[in-house]
Nanobody, 128 residues
Framework: QVQLVESGGGLVQAGGSLRLSCAASGRTFSSSAMGWFRQAPGKEREFVAAISWSGGSTYYADSVKGRFIVSRDNAKNTVYLQMNSLKPEDTAVYYC?????????????????????WGQGTQVTVSS
């Protein structure tokens, strides 16, 4: 089992940057795919980025491609989301998730949250 705690959210102006961190505990962290999802008020939770257990493969939603970077440090049991060129539409609660299997199977978590482990979320607000 994996426990996840996100941090790094906050208020930033459009065009600014934030770096989210997700600290994980549990024996299976280094063998788990990891990812970030977000949920804006009144909207469904959506995929943002995913990274394989080795860090060798990454995947991004089209809306963040070229602006966000996902990375992980297995020695520190931490996954990161560097968010650049932030837009007001990036405003949401950001959730870290972990799951077994390949990173590309992130869509399974969108359909069924029970397919993975989730953090409590961190608020990101981008002002215009």
């Amino acid at each position: 089992q994996v426990q996840l705690v996100e941090s790094g959210g906050g208020l930033v102006q459009a065009g600014g940057s934030l770096r989210l961190s997700c600290a994980a505990s549990g024996r299976t962290f280094s063998s788990s795919a990891m990812g970030w999802f977000r949920q804006a008020p009144g909207k469904e939770r959506e995929f943002v980025a995913a990274i394989s257990w080795s860090g060798g493969s990454t995947y991004y939603a089209d809306s963040v491609k070229g602006r966000f970077i996902v990375s992980r440090d297995n020695a520190k049991n931490t996954v990161y989301l560097q968010m650049n060129s932030l837009k007001p539409e990036d405003t949401a609660v950001y959730y870290c998730a972990a799951w077994t299997g390949s990173a590309v199977s992130y869509s399974l978590l969108v359909r069924d949250r029970k397919k993975g482990y989730w953090g409590q979320g961190t608020q990101v607000t981008v002002s215009s």
